[in-house]
């Protein structure tokens, strides 16, 4: 009996849960980014995954007006009184958990060894207990946010069909396929009047990043301008939830299905981001 139990417990250790780590980036802000991750986390917790969503933008608080919420607990209250990571997290729609930045990238690297240690642990507890761990980032690219992203699975880049917003977006992928070109990347194309102007903006990109950095990035989708969009955010009321046969909301459940469709690809989260920190 002693031995079948050792056996049952190495068993579910090797076969312990590993959370895929996706950030969200835009090149510029304003782009509908944090609208975009938060209604995906929600779609994907309606589908009985673990979810959990981290505010990394920070100073914005954006998740937290979006559901209508405040947290009196963030990141900061991890990293600078090592609180257990649970202490800070909320509980979101459909069983959804989301965590309050509250602090800079750059106060990350910047923790004395313990600090950091403790902090890692946690996170490390996190991968063990969720299916999708999803990192709302700031606009742009810091030296601080790119060893972030160097450190998470996949990079989904959040677009609008307009120029601007597209040679920004371009810009982004290709900082980052300088620092890893073997960095999976994927593309969603917001606010789109008509679905040729996501067409367009999809062409444009795929060509320029495959022509300039021999890089292929998957799309997983189009998200149309509606006019429900701003009613939800006035309402502080996810879109999926307040409005879910909308337009936009049909079209977010294309791009969750499109997302699941692809094969998680773990690869170590913590342990790259610990050589980061060490690096740093």
């Not at 320029?208 to 009321?237: A, C, R, W």
Request: positive net charge.
């Amino acid at each position: 009996m002693d031995q079948a139990e050792q056996l049952r417990k190495k068993i579910k250790k090797l076969y312990t849960p590993k959370a895929k780590t996706v950030a969200v980036i835009s090149g510029k802000g304003g782009v509908g980014k944090s609208n975009i991750v938060l209604n995906l986390s929600i779609n994907l917790a309606k589908r009985n995954k673990r979810v959990l969503l981290i505010d990394s933008d920070i100073g914005m608080a954006n998740i937290d007006i979006l559901l209508g919420e405040s947290s009196s607990y963030t990141m900061v209250d991890i990293l600078e009184k090592k609180w257990p990571i649970q202490q800070a997290l909320k509980k979101g729609p459909f069983g959804l958990c989301y965590l309050s930045g509250g602090t800079t990238l750059s106060n990350i690297f910047q923790l004395r060894e313990d600090s950091f240690q403790h902090f890692l642990k946690e996170l490390e507890k996190m991968v063990a207990t969720f299916d999708e761990i999803l990192f709302d980032m700031g606009a742009g690219i810091s030296k601080e946010s790119m060893r972030f992203l160097m450190a998470v699975d996949e990079i989904i880049v959040v677009t609008t069909p307009e120029p601007t917003s597209i040679m920004d977006a371009y810009a982004a992928i290709k900082l980052v396929h300088q620092y890893d070109s073997d960095k999976t990347i994927k593309l969603v194309v917001n606010r789109c009047q008509k679905r040729t102007d996501g067409n367009q903006a999809w062409d444009r990109l795929k060509m320029t990043t495959k022509q300039f950095l021999d890089l292929d990035i998957h799309l997983l989708g189009y998200i149309p301008e509606d006019k429900h969009v701003q009613q939800s955010v006035m309402n502080q009321t996810p879109i999926v939830m307040q409005f879910p046969t909308s337009p936009v909301a049909k079209a977010l459940e294309t791009m969750t299905k499109e997302y699941l469709n692809v094969p998680n690809d773990h690869k170590g989260f913590i342990q790259r981001l610990k050589n980061l920190f060490l690096k740093g």
